[in-house]
């Protein structure tokens, strides 16, 4: 693994492979390693990037964050490691709008992008609301403070089959940074991906999560009824699909990546 300055900010990442790229974008609080049972998977298919989000992992700590400047990190970071042509991205929750917003903003660096339970916004003012008092709360008692009533939701009780993995991701999740969490926690009030929409040309899967309180997966199916080149898949897993049900994501996003081929450019 490895650090690059992607943009004016630290970014730490693992590539592996050559040939055409599949880039792995995590979830809130999540890092590179939130995909270690998945990027396995993608592994025979070429080349793999995985990185941690700015304020995130490893990555440079923040006090502010928008939906524009992770967008920005990430074709930075491509720049930098002279990764051209048309990648196919994987992301899961903030990661799925990244995914989702890059494909709308930089068409030519996107070949498709299998989100899942994604972030788009339009929340109401009680949402934001309570969204501002999540971030003051971890701004003044830290990641404890949220950590668990937040776990709740995206990696339920009935999904724990492994306590050992479960309460590792728990620890890991404890120790993020809390002001980068509560600058995305106010990110969250400002997306709104619908006027995004009409510009995803590129095929797209928008995955539902049957255990997912957070994204609903009625929302993403509607989602995908939204996009012009979408299809839609429900999986029985939970919003951190990628960390509850990493084999059923796999099979999911490689079956729909491999109809995609004759979209797909190889990068250099």
Not at 74 to 89: F, P, S, Y
Not at 236 to 260: C, E, M, N, T, Y
Request: net charge neutral.
């Amino acid at each position: 693994m490895r650090w690059a300055e992607a943009g004016g900010v630290a970014l730490r990442f693992e590539i592996t492979g050559a040939g055409q790229t599949t880039v792995l974008i995590h979830e809130a609080g999540g890092s590179l390693e939130s995909w270690d049972a998945v990027a396995p998977g993608f592994a025979g298919d070429g080349r793999v990037l995985r990185y941690d989000q700015r304020g995130f992992g490893l990555s440079e700590r923040v006090t502010a964050l928008s939906l524009e400047n992770m967008v920005a990190d990430l074709i930075a970071l491509l720049d930098v490691m002279a990764i051209g042509g048309r990648c196919r991205l994987l992301g899961t929750a903030i990661g799925g709008t990244i995914a989702l917003a890059l494909a709308a903003w930089h068409p030519d660096r996107v070949a498709a992008v299998v989100a899942t339970s994604p972030v788009t916004g339009g929340l109401s003012a009680a949402a934001a609301a309570g969204l501002e008092q999540r971030a003051q709360l971890l701004e003044h008692e830290g990641m404890r403070a949220v950590a668990d009533a937040s776990l709740q939701r995206s990696y339920p009780e009935r999904f724990r089959s492994d306590p050992d993995k479960f309460e590792q991701y728990r620890l890991r999740f404890m120790a993020n940074d809390p002001r980068s969490f509560a600058a995305l926690s106010r990110t969250y009030s400002r997306i709104d991906l619908e006027s995004l929409y009409a510009r995803i040309h590129c095929p797209a899967l928008i995955i539902g999560c049957t255990g997912d309180p957070i994204k609903p997966a009625e929302e993403c199916r509607a989602l995908a009824s939204r996009l012009q080149r979408a299809r839609y898949q429900e999986i029985d897993s939970a919003h951190f699909i990628g960390l509850v049900s990493p084999r059923r994501l796999i099979d999911a996003a490689r079956d729909f990546f491999d109809r995609q081929q004759w979209a797909v450019e190889p990068s250099p």
